[in-house]
């Protein structure tokens, strides 16, 4: 039975407790015992690990090694049946010449022979789609919104590097990195997304998954970006530590606009492919050439902000609706403020101007006049309303 203490039996207690202590303090310094501290991992840099870990997984799964007489890397980014679609650099195709075969190492070592005529290139950005027939089952990317990385954001980099005299094989690298800049400015081959990685993207990376940290698929790498003024100097190319990748959106606008990619970046009526797809905002988007008796304007469609509006007008354009109607409103003063035409009414000489901006097209499969409603596209919304 624990009988209680009086303060002088818990003071005697005290002390002898607290020369034991001495005396086991002093012994560990005699006999040079170690005492090492404990680390504890501050909660926030294991999440960071646990991303990494989760974004790696995906990454080896859809990232693949593209070999034949150009070497790089690519991206599962669509499966039809068995038939895969692989994202590149077009840089890292486009010398390969008709006839000449050309592989894709998927990441469980399966070598797929890539189908003859299937390289395309898109637009005229440094991107462009490949395909290869295969029975496996291989998981392809999630598509994500470029816009959801900027400046500071975390990315990873993932490909395969040509070999070195370290490393005498193509062996798979994921590299973390930090967005500079997600431009909104037309940059040339498209490379508007620039990141840093603390180690070096390599050759035969280009054509790799730019992923944010939801594994999803936001830009295809490029290249390192390179000094021309020190390269020039040194004879040798300089790279300023930044890395240039093109935007997946310039990919998704070929697929929203109901285009393949070989046609989006083929010829328009009267128009070249260069100006096919064009930047704004960081998305890709369709010229249209318009030949008035006062001259040529050339109308863009943006496909992601308004897909209705630009679907139908390019839909109304291919059926020639346009053709030989009239601009039946100018409003000049106080200041120009519109320029209204298109009726399908107007190419008829013998309608009345009172009716003029009232017509409608008739759909020949419904025989109703199609209505296309308004469309808004508002700060902070993923879709227009």
Known sequence: MQMPMDGRSAGANYKQARLAF??????????????????????????????????????????????????????????????????????????QRAGEELDVYT????????????????????????????????????????????????????????????????VFRFLKGDVIANETVSIPNGYQLLYSNPATTLPGMSGGAVLNVQGELVGIHGQGETDSQMSEQEGVAVKTGTNQGVPISYFLAS???????????GQFPGRSAASVLCASNAVSCMVVELTTSKGTVELS??????????????DLVRRGTYNGTLFHRVVKEPIPFVVQGGDPQSSNPNTPVDLLGTGSFVDPSTGQPRLIPLELFLDGDSSPR
């Open 255 to 265: 697929k929203r606009l109901g285009r393949s990619p070989e046609i989006a970046g």
């Open 22 to 95: 001495v005396a086991l303090l002093s012994a560990c310094l005699q006999h040079s015992i170690a005492v090492f501290p404990l680390v504890m991992q501050a909660p926030a840099a294991i999440a960071q690990t646990k991303i990494a870990e989760s974004v790696a997984r995906v990454a080896q799964s859809i990232t693949v090694r593209i070999e034949g007489a150009t070497q790089g890397s690519g991206v599962l980014v669509k499966r039809d049946g068995d038939r895969y679609t692989v994202l590149t650099a077009w840089h890292v195709v486009s010398g």
């Open 107 to 170: 990441f469980d070592g399966q070598k797929h022979s890539v189908e003859q005529g299937s390289i395309n290139r898109i637009g005229e950005v440094d991107l462009a789609v490949l395909t290869f027939a295969s029975s496996g089952a291989y998981e392809v990317a999630a598509v994500g919104d470029v816009k959801s990385v900027t400046s500071g954001s975390s990315i990873y980099v993932s490909g395969f590097p040509l070999p070195t005299s370290a490393v005498p094989t193509r």
């Open 301 to 314: 469609l943006d496909g992601s902000a308004a897909p209705l509006t630009a679907g139908n007008f390019v």
